[in-house]
């Protein structure tokens, strides 16, 4: 069987220059497939509260449901990392309520790791929970949970505070950083920049590894795509074509049949 993917394991592919592969989960399903397919990283994204709970933002996730949705993701895995995402106010407040969050991840549901949002900010609370034992993936760019603060979801620009901020999130110990919603060619300075592995979205083919919303590459979801996602298979068509067939079969008295009789 493949060993188990760790943070050793993706700082050798960065050397390597092998591409790391990241896709978020939520549910048992979805991880298992991501798992069998060879993804390194599954990421228990609080995008939950946009592609699972319908929501319009992803402040409203709490803690609870990331636990209850990284417990169910954790279970179905065998080779990938599970890194559950920190929800909004759940590591803001101080570095000892950010330090009991996250170890509850670590404690309660099998995950390896911890991703929250923010740069130079945050650092001080990366490097608690990293002297912790607690690993942390760093989150810079377009970080969805400040939405209010950047006046929407807009790609990030500023090329001097970027830089700044991986280099201080790496400096405090974070073993990866995602890079949100930036131009690719700040995005592959960064890449250059840092010993840690840099994970893309919306941020150009440069970086060490990619990761996407697993309901946008499987075209579940109804909500707009943004450019940046690839979308690789019609799931909600084929769902939508195999519910109404099935009602159809009901009111028509076609299903159930003998053979699904007792
Ligand atoms: O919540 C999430 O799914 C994320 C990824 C898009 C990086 O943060």
């Known amino acids: 069987m493949t060993p188990r993917i760790t943070i050793n394991t ?9 591409k790391i592969v990241s896709l978020t989960a939520y549910d048992y399903p979805f991880a ?38 990284t417990r ?11 890194v ?14 950010a330090l009991a969050n996250a170890g509850r991840f670590l404690k309660e549901t099998g995950a390896a790791a911890v991703k929250l949002e923010g740069g130079a900010a945050v650092s001080a609370t990366i490097k608690a929970m ?22 929407g979801y807009r790609v990030q620009r500023d090329e001097a505070r970027l830089l700044s901020d991986a280099r201080s999130v790496e400096a405090a110990g974070a073993f990866s950083v995602v890079l949100e919603g930036i131009p690719a060619d700040i ?16 941020a150009g083919p440069h970086c060490d590894g990619q990761v996407l919303v697993i309901h946008d590459l499987l075209g579940i ?28 079969d009901v009111q028509n008295n076609a299903f159930p049949t003998e053979a699904h009789s007792y």
């Open 84 to 97: 559950a995402d920190m929800p909004f106010m759940s590591y803001q407040t101080s570095v000892e309520t």
């Open 130 to 151: 990293t002297a912790a034992g607690i690993p942390v993936q760093a989150h810079i760019g377009l970080t969805p949970q400040s939405v209010h603060q950047m006046g």
């Open 32 to 69: 298992k497939i991501a798992d069998e397919s060879g993804v390194h990283v599954i990421l228990v994204g609080d995008s939950l509260g946009m592609v699972v709970q319908g929501d319009t933002h992803t402040l409203s996730v709490t803690m609870d449901e990331m636990i209850y949705h």
């Open 10 to 18: 993706l700082f050798d592919m960065k050397r390597k220059g092998d």
């Open 221 to 248: 979801t109804d909500r707009h795509l943004p450019k940046f996602v690839k979308q690789y298979a019609s799931l909600r068509q084929q769902a939508a074509i195999g519910i109404k067939a099935y009602v159809q």
């Open 187 to 202: 995005a592959r300075e960064i890449t250059g920049t840092l010993t840690i592995p840099t994970i893309g979205i919306g």
């Open 72 to 82: 169910i993701v954790a279970r179905a895995t065998q080779h990938a990392m599970v």
